[in-house]
């Protein structure tokens, strides 16, 4: 109860305060022309720390970010429809240690806008939302064993409902009655172990498999999104998405929060810095604790619930538009 309330609070807040002045896209001269715009954004950020007699000691270290944003917006009278691509991925070099990944992310977003005139700001909307990653995740130190892989896990968002914008290019708000979530664990020891919320592996008592893990999850439930972009000051963009789901089936009200925020400080047209902060919750990723078994002289995984997972960012690169 306590957690609605509070979604309910920061979903008031932003709509209050949000009032987007201009669009990212130029509105057509001629609304009974089709326009087509397409923006494609390639980033890179380098972090590089070095030490040659340093007194005060420190580790040599090196980091690299490159990122895709791919934007194709279409729009004829009262009808869009947006699509983009997200492509990011980072490493980490310390010294004496082996590269290790900093971020991972492959996501397509789609979404289609119908509304009956051009004085309501009130659309029917449907939207497709895929998420995966490139690489395989590690519980670093350990890189003996996998704790996520390229689908598994994939989620798969599909639904439709009501969307609200103004400028909907700069701020929307979107409810969904019926949205379907699926989550693809295409891996079978992650199936098997139950990762992601998929049903697990069954065994005898003897340790034989029975059953296989499920690969693939299916929910129905509800889903509210919020995006806003503004330019707080000159050359200082914000960007601020949020997503709340909540399944009818499988203990409705036990919300999934993703929140990611994201500051944009750009030195000229080829040079900026990026502070963000990505929040998420989710009741199907449980934490796993490796523990050695006393018995059998094995490595095992002890699940230990689900716990909120927090990622910060920041750095300095590169960004070229074309």
Do not use: C
Not at 75 to 96: H, M, V
Not at 131 to 148: C, L
Not at 247 to 252: A, E, T, V
């Amino acid at each position: 109860m306590h957690r609605s309330f509070f979604i309910i609070f920061i979903l008031l807040v932003q709509l209050v305060s949000a009032q987007p002045d201009s669009l990212y896209f130029k509105p057509a001269t001629n609304p009974n022309i089709p326009v087509w715009t397409n923006t494609n954004t390639a980033g890179l950020d380098i972090n590089e720390v070095a030490f040659v007699n340093w007194n005060s000691g420190g580790s040599n270290s090196i980091s690299a970010l490159i990122g895709l944003n791919s934007v194709l917006r279409y729009e004829y009278r009262n009808f869009i429809w947006d699509s983009n691509l997200l492509a990011r991925y980072g490493l980490n070099k310390q010294e004496e240690q082996e590269f290790r990944k900093t971020d991972d992310l492959l996501e397509i977003r789609s979404s289609l806008g119908f509304r009956k005139n051009k004085r309501t700001n009130w659309y029917y909307s449907a939207r497709f939302n895929f998420k995966t990653q490139f690489a395989n995740g590690y519980n670093y130190p350990n890189t003996s064993n996998e704790i996520s892989k390229f689908m598994a896990p994939g989620y798969l968002f599909l639904g439709g409902g009501v969307e609200y914008g103004k400028n909907i290019d700069k701020f929307s708000m979107y409810f969904s009655p019926l949205t379907l979530k699926t989550t693809f664990v295409f891996d079978e020891a992650l199936s098997d172990a139950g990762s992601f919320g998929v049903l697990p592996a069954e065994y005898d008592a003897d340790g034989n498999l029975i059953r296989s893990g499920e690969r693939v999850r299916k929910e129905l439930g509800v889903l509210l999104t919020s995006a806003y972009e503004t330019e707080l000051f000159e050359n200082v963009a914000i960007r601020n998405l949020m997503s709340f789901y909540t399944d009818y089936i499988n203990d409705f009200g036990n919300v999934d929060i993703d929140w990611e925020i994201v500051f944009d400080f750009r030195v000229n047209n080829f040079v900026r810095a990026t502070l963000g902060s990505h929040l998420r919750y989710d009741n199907d990723v449980k934490v796993q604790e490796e523990v050695v078994n006393t018995e059998t002289d094995e490595t095992e995984f002890v699940g230990l619930g689900a716990r909120v997972q927090w990622k910060q960012l920041l750095g300095v690169g590169v960004v070229y538009e074309f």
